[in-house]
């Protein structure tokens, strides 16, 4: 308090110091702690673990019914939805803090009108726009994807962000790296177990191994593109020469880093380079890293030993060439350039006439020099 300040009564008169001015002077330090306490409130709530929310509904008044575990409500398509929220995943995941009705904005009672859907499936439908309020550069990546597109077509199976990323119990996607592919193969059973087979999948699943692709890698995360257009089947040697390109990465496993070169200046490289220059659709005769060492599937080239290795790029090859031979992948040296290790006829051709063009070219420069000299000097 200021000490000279003195408190007027009701008639304006001047307050004797002592019971009247204490009075007033508890009132008004009651009333600054009070409204000090409202202030703060809001904040002490969210530290406390149960947000407010606009509509004065916090977390703690929903769970008394949704921290039930055998809450649930029977759909049409005569499936049981469940409607239990277990608290712990709600603390532990990514949205900590948040009101339920900052998602859920059309409760505004409790109890809530109840609502029917046809199917569990509807309700993700239902409200997966709503992620687009916080997270709308995911959610306009997403509407270029597939999924959005085969949703739009009215396919009810389409997955939504709920259905990768989960309703309440929201964690990091990438914690353990692995459960990308596990999230993926909800849907695509077939391919997932395909990948687990694969060289890949077996060094993801076996050795949390971070150098191999998952899913997102190849396929991206939200603004998937299909898989059997032209320009994707042209951007696969790119997709793949993305790691088999890295030194560091390919270092570790003794794999050459020559890939996307070697194929780019293979037969079938320089068409894909021209179509994809030209923006025309592949022709089936081009051959892409997918059509040699499988799509999902993809075994290390020493597994199966070098025979059956050729064996299998027979096979491959008389896809497009029906009247290949036996010896007809031994053409294809490999992702390798020639060397005394791998080739060495092919490399001393190459070293022959590294130095034999050279000689050609020279000889014909000194007859036309000397012709031209023999011309001048006669005339």
Known sequence: MVPNMRWKGLDGRALRPGIGETLLAKRLRYFLTVAAALLLLPGARAQSGAPASAGGISNAV???????????????????LPLYVDSKSLAHSVHAGLACTDCHSDITSVPHPAKSFPSRHAVSIA?????????????????????????????QDAPTCVDCHGAHSITPPSQPRSRISLTCGRCHVSIAAAYAKSVHGQALVEHSNPDVPVCTDC???HDISSANTARWRLGIPQLCAHCHSN????????ISTDVLSTYLNSFHGLTASLERSERVNPSEFTATCTDCHGVHDIQPVNHRGTAAVKAHLLNVCRQCHPGATANFPSAWIGHYEPSPAHAPLVYAVKVFYLFFIPFVSLGLILQILLHFWRVVVNR
């Not at 809450?71 to 005569?78: A, C, E, L, N, T």
């Not at 709503?130 to 396919?155: M, P, W």
């Not at 030194?247 to 003794?254: F, V």
């Open 62 to 80: 929903c769970l008394s019914c949704h921290g039930n575990s055998s809450f649930s409500i029977p759909v049409k398509d005569g499936e049981t």
């Open 219 to 221: 396929h991206h995360a």
């Open 247 to 254: 030194s560091a990465i390919m270092g570790k496993y003794g």
């Open 127 to 155: 409200y997966y726009e709503l992620c687009r309020q916080c997270h709308f550069d995911e959610y306009t990546r997403l509407v270029d994807g597939i999924h959005f597109k085969a949703l739009s077509q009215g396919n």
